[in-house]
């Protein structure tokens, strides 16, 4: 007969270790994933800035500022809900940004014009969604300091 994983474990240290072990790596997986959201945050804020400087054209930098304060004037979250991943979307969060940097935020989506965009500044596959808000976040507050 073979035995459940859970029967395995409780053969060598008792239910409350476990229930104490579940708890402490749950905590820890969270602290984990905070930072690791928090690194592809400020990853994405340096890309933006140091697009925003070599390469952007202004206009591509008011189309991110205009996608940011429709999103900010919204009511609840929209802005932070924008770059959650969405598995049933048709398109991925990298192909709206994209799109809005080269057409604005009310433009049709082109994956392909977007897919462009990211391989012409050397990003690879579909960045994350922490990521790309640090993008956003990093180009338009670059434009902010320009018109200042």
């Known amino acids: 007969m073979e035995r459940t994983k859970s029967e395995s474990i409780a053969t060598i240290v008792s239910e409350q270790a476990v229930a104490e072990a579940t708890t402490r790596l749950q905590a820890s997986r ?56 969405c598995d049933d979307c048709c398109y991925q969060v990298s192909e709206l940004v994209g799109s809005v940097v080269l057409q604005g935020y009310e433009a049709k989506v082109d994956r392909s014009d977007a897919r462009d965009f990211w391989k012409s500044i050397d990003v690879e596959g579909n960045p994350s969604g922490p990521w790309l808000k640090g993008f956003v976040l990093g180009a338009t507050e670059l434009l902010e300091v320009v018109e200042d």
């Open 30 to 85: 969270e602290e984990w994933e905070m930072e690791q959201e928090r690194k592809q945050l400020e990853a994405g804020f340096d890309a933006g800035v140091k697009w925003g400087v070599k390469n952007a054209q202004y206009p591509e930098l008011r189309n991110l500022q205009e996608l940011r304060e429709s999103l900010e004037n919204e009511v609840g979250d929209d802005f932070d809900q924008y770059f959650d991943e």
